[in-house]
């Protein structure tokens, strides 16, 4: 059973920047797209950014331009860069496969709280 650890979250001012990880196995980043979640208060959870085994990258709208995805496989993590953090993206995230989230547990996420 593959298991996912989210970290780097916390409490950051408008405008501040954060950096997620994900440990994921190198099974998955040699084989699955992988994404980056985000589930706010009182809403469903949405995806937000995910990266290809080559490379290729895709963004929400609502993330484009202030998030970057990107994974090490050497240090089996994936990563989200979020720079120009806004309140509206206060959520905690989650990372998955996600065409295999049927298959693979939800780790317990990271909270990201943008507040001044």
């Known amino acids: 059973q593959e298991q996912l650890v989210e970290s780097g979250g916390g409490l950051v001012q408008p405008g501040g920047s954060l950096r997620l990880s994900c440990v994921v196995s190198?099974?998955?980043?040699?084989?699955?797209?992988m994404g980056w979640y985000r589930q706010a208060p009182g809403k469903e959870r949405e995806l937000v950014a995910t990266?290809?085994?080559?490379?290729?990258?895709d963004y929400a709208d609502s993330v484009k331009g202030r998030f970057t995805i990107s994974t090490d496989n050497a240090k089996n993590t994936m990563y989200l860069q979020m720079n120009s953090l806004k309140p509206e993206d206060t959520a905690v995230y989650y990372c998955?496969?996600?065409?295999?989230?049927?298959?693979?547990?939800w780790g317990p996420g990271t909270q990201v709280t943008v507040s001044s």
């Open positions: 998955n496969a996600p065409r295999h989230t049927d298959e693979i547990s």
């Open positions: 190198r099974t998955m980043l040699d084989i699955y797209i």
């Open positions: 990266v290809a085994p080559a490379g290729d990258t």
